[in-house]
Nanobody, 129 residues
Framework: QVQLVESGGGLVQAGGSLRLSCAAS????????MGWFRQAPAKDREFVAA????????YHSDSVRGRFTISRDNAKNTVYLQMNVLKPEDTAVYYC??????????????????????WGQGTQVTVSS
């Protein structure tokens, strides 16, 4: 398993940007597909984006496509989520997760939290209107 620590959350005005980071320690980082999820109060955890182990394949949910970008730097054992044009409905705790397989797999797999083996503690993102 890998240990994950998120950072970069905070308070931002609508239309602003934030970049979240997730630092991983443990086994070979490139062997893991990575995902970002979010959870707003009283709502289920929602898939945001995923990236393959080598970084060549990404997938973003419809709600963030065109505004958010997932990326990774395997030399630094870090995955990022660049969030632009933030909206109040993006307010949530954001979690990164690792799946012990380098490929993304089918959409149903990469977007399901049950598919991931390790989770970070989360970082709060609050977007004010």
């Amino acid at each position: 398993q890998v240990q994950l620590v998120e950072s970069g959350g905070g308070l931002v005005q609508a239309g602003g940007s934030l970049r979240l980071s997730c630092a991983a320690s443990g086994r070979t980082f490139s062997n893991y597909a990575m995902g970002w999820f979010r959870q707003a109060p009283a709502k289920d955890r929602e898939f945001v984006a995923a990236i393959s182990g080598g970084g060549g394949h990404t997938y973003h949910s419809d709600s963030v496509r065109g505004r958010f970008t997932i990326s990774r730097d395997n030399a630094k054992n870090t995955v990022y989520l660049q969030m632009n044009v933030l909206k109040p409905e993006d307010t949530a705790v954001y979690y990164c997760a690792a799946r012990r397989a380098p490929g993304l797999g089918p959409t149903t797999t990469m977007s399901s939290y049950d598919s991931y083996d390790s989770w970070g503690q989360g970082t709060q993102v609050t977007v004010s209107s």
